[in-house]
């Protein structure tokens, strides 16, 4: 049986007895997607995005040169590992594949035990690989996004946002008197406090696309978009009561005699002009502002009326 996070393999071969072959060796392991012919290739591979293609060379109207050509094109496909399955046996052949980018080369008639071993190997690399991304992107501590991460999400939702008219809403949240809990609690038990309040923040997301970020220290970034001021308030309420409901001591702090967090924020309409680093710059004024108000509550700059 294979596992539910089951790596995803493409077979592109004209030949159906080549497809139903390979598809029947892969599936006990591997979500398998088939396609006869370059053009479905490419289609399948940007609509399933898989783990590994396995792709014949001679195939009519495109051939798996081509189809690898425009994969490498195409930065949303370029990743995507390539193995050639070719009836074309001659060093120079296999040569060519390779240097067009190709992780590998099998020739037919091929074992059906080297096809497997040779999959599973450059699967393997996939694996990690990303899990190298995925660590290099993730914060340590909180397990959150880190700021590289959402430095480079900001900007790619900032321009969506601008494109497409639609709103985004980005929120600042910090941790009221985190040194004094430190100085209290001590630095494990401030690990585990700033811990709780960031699986409370990445499960206040609503969309797939939203992104809670550790920023640095005890402050948090969220991102939201195509969600307007009121539904980001939302969602940050949502976020201040089940901290509360936690009521994780803090018998230090001058707020309350538990963990709370100041919150500020801005959203970008969609008819606004100012750059992302303004929207940011216009959310850390407002969580300054929460600051000075005395904390424990969200101020929110409402996006200014359309001209």
């Known amino acids: 049986m294979k ?40 289609e399948r591979a940007a609509r399933h995005q898989p783990d590994l293609i396995l792709l014949d060379v001679m195939m009519p109207d495109m051939d798996g040169y081509e189809v690898l050509r425009r994969l490498r094109a195409d930065p949303q496909l370029a990743h995507i590992a390539v193995i050639f399955i070719s009836g074309l046996d001659r060093p120079e052949d296999e040569a060519a594949g390779l240097k067009m980018g190709a992780a590998d080369y099998i020739v037919k008639p091929f074992n059906q035990t080297v ?55 980005l929120a600042l949240l910090d941790v ?15 690990d585990r406090a700033l811990r709780a309040v960031a699986r409370l923040a990445a499960s206040g997301m609503r969309r797939p696309s939203d992104l809670a970020a550790r920023y640095g220290g005890e402050e948090l970034a969220l991102l939201m978009p195509e969600t307007d001021a009121h539904e980001a308030k ?19 702090s001058s707020v309350a005699p ?27 004024t407002q969580l300054y502002r929460a600051k000075r108000a005395g904390r424990n509550r969200i101020v929110w700059r409402i996006p200014a009326g359309q001209p």
């Open 115 to 169: 096809v497997m071993a040779r999959v599973a190997l450059h699967l393997q690399v996939v694996r990690q690989r990303r899990m190298l991304e995925r660590l290099a992107n993730v914060d340590g501590l909180t397990e959150l996004a880190n700021r590289r991460r959402f430095d480079e999400v900001y900007e790619l939702e900032w321009q969506r946002a601008r494109r497409n008219g639609r709103p985004l809403s």
């Open 3 to 42: 596992p539910a996070e089951a790596q995803k393999v493409l077979i592109a071969d004209d030949d159906a007895v080549n497809r139903e072959v390979l598809g029947e060796l892969l599936k006990p392991e591997y979500t398998v997607l088939l396609a006869k012919n370059g053009a479905q290739a490419l």
């Open 176 to 190: 009221d008197a985190f040194k004094q809990y430190n100085d209290r609690y001590g630095h494990p038990a401030g």
């Open 258 to 284: 538990v963990l709370t967090v100041s919150v500020g924020g801005a959203t970008l309409a969609p008819w606004a002009r100012e750059q992302s680093a303004e929207l940011f710059e216009a959310a850390d």
């Open 234 to 252: 939302l969602v940050l309420d949502g976020i201040r009561e089940e901290l509360a409901r936690l009521a994780i001591p803090h018998e230090t």
